[in-house]
């Protein structure tokens, strides 16, 4: 894994810095959380649909397993609408969290637009059947991120979530943006692509996210995901990528890979002397399993964050769509592919729940 020193920030965070932070906030456990009752992160934080009472009882779950950390995506659409509104319900969720002993990561940015559709602010529609994460809207949407003449809302949107929870002890890293450059789209039985021109304007958008957040001075450490791996060939060898591990002061990444190819990747990441933290990983039917990994993620103080929590709107326990990463080796046996417990909190298999559990509590 090649570093180059011209793509870093004089003011990203030194090795030395980010190791303190790492022994601060110790080993990371956790899960990327919409609530079983949120079709996207829209529903999630629109006034109209927010659901403490569902976030409280879910994070409860979150508690008695183990898990202390977990990672949200924020909607662009609900603060053009709601403004303030929307850091509010920020407010209130940091609260629930922490007072569920999760520490919390929020990510401004998102490009998995895999709805294929602009992210409204309204009422959001119910799930396609049997399609995976069907409703999924980027923030902005793919097409903002293409006009240069949004960027300054863009850069206003940014800085007023920085600017409020810059020095929240809640609030343990800043993800800036998720997967910048994901062109997927899902469709029944298959998934179609965005146009190309999106990588240039996202790759051009999470440069200046670095810039506007720094200029913010947060007292947590900023980040943006590795993310492309293909199903064969060399890991985040993308522009994307190579430029979000140089600008980053804490090294994440997503994997949803066996354990053999997540211990190269590993080792590949650790050439960047910085603390690991995987953001996104557990497919159970790419073999990535909590079985296999949990224990080497323990073993190594590389951070894990699993995609999914609660079986709910957004359909993650589905299988991608056939060719995503690929392969077509999903789904074939009926299991979850995603996600951990139900919406009564029966979890899918114990052994995970035991797995983690033992994990989170070792020392």
Known sequence: MMKDDRLEQADRWSVERAWAWRREIGWLCGFNYLPSVAVNFVEFWRGADFAPEVIERELGWAREIGFNVVRVNLPFVVWQAE??????????????????????????????EFSGEPATPGPQP???????????????????????????????YLRAIVMRFRADSRVILWDLYNEPGNRMIFRSGRYESYSERLEQASLSLMRDCFAWARECAPSQP?????????????SYATEIDRTALALSDVVTFHAYVPRARMEAT???????????????????????????????FRETG??????????????TWLPWPDGV?????????????????????????PAEILEINAATRSG
């Open 83 to 112: 403004g303030t509104g929307l850091l509010d319900r920020v407010d209130r969720f940091l609260a629930i969290a922490v007072s569920h002993g999760l520490g919390v990561i929020l990510c401004p940015f998102d490009d998995c």
């Open 126 to 156: 119910d799930p396609v059947p049997a399609v995976h994460n069907s409703r999924a809207v980027g923030s902005p949407g793919r097409a903002i991120v293409e006009d240069p003449s949004r960027r300054p809302e863009l850069e206003t």
């Open 222 to 234: 900023l980040t943006v995901a590795a993310w492309s791996v293909p199903g064969e060939g060399t």
């Open 266 to 296: 590993i080792a590949a990441l650790n050439a960047l002397k910085r603390p690991l933290i995987c953001t996104e990983w557990m497919a159970r039917s790419l073999d990535s399993t909590i079985a296999e990994q949990i224990p080497l």
């Open 302 to 315: 590389v951070g894990a964050l699993q995609w999914g929590f609660v079986r709910g709107r957004s359909q």
């Open 325 to 349: 990463s690929g392969t077509t080796k999903i789904g074939e046996d009926g299991a979850w592919f995603h996600d951990l417990v139900d919406q009564t909190g029966q979890p899918y298999s």
